[in-house]
Nanobody, 123 residues
Framework: QVQLVESGGGSVQAGGSLRLSCTVS????????MAWFRQAPGKEREWVTV???????SSSDSVKGRFAISRDIAKNTLYLQMNSLKPEDTAMYYC?????????????????WGQGTQVSVSS
């Protein structure tokens, strides 16, 4: 059974940094597309960044240059380094795994989700 467990969320002031972690069990994260999504109150879930099985990454325009996705294959753990945080980054952040090695940015591409970790950025 595939399980994804996020950690590392919290409250931070604008301009600060956080690193989220997603511990993966039941599958090998290097064999499939992995992603981070986020959902703010009253808004739809949106993709943040993805990494394919080959290690190719892509990020949404709203976080490009500030956020970076990475993975530790030996630890089977996915990371999201978030720098220069803004109040509009406030959201619940979710780790997601697809059943395919390639990536799409639609949430429907991902069959496995973590429970989420809250990130709050104050001005």
């Amino acid at each position: 059974q595939v399980q994804l467990v996020e950690s590392g969320g919290g409250s931070v002031q604008a301009g600060g940094s956080l690193r989220l972690s997603c511990t993966v069990s039941g599958t090998n994260l290097s064999s499939q597309c992995m992603a981070w999504f986020r959902q703010a109150p009253g808004k739809e879930r949106e993709w943040v960044t993805v990494i394919s099985s080959a290690g190719v990454t892509s990020s949404s325009d709203s976080v490009k240059g500030r956020f970076a996705i990475s993975r530790d294959i030996a630890k089977n753990t996915l990371y999201l380094q978030m720098n220069s945080l803004k109040p509009e980054d406030t959201a619940m952040y979710y780790c997601a795994a697809a059943s395919r090695p390639w990536c799409y940015t639609s949430s429907s591409h991902f069959g496995y989700w973590g429970q989420g970790t809250q990130v709050s950025v104050s001005s």
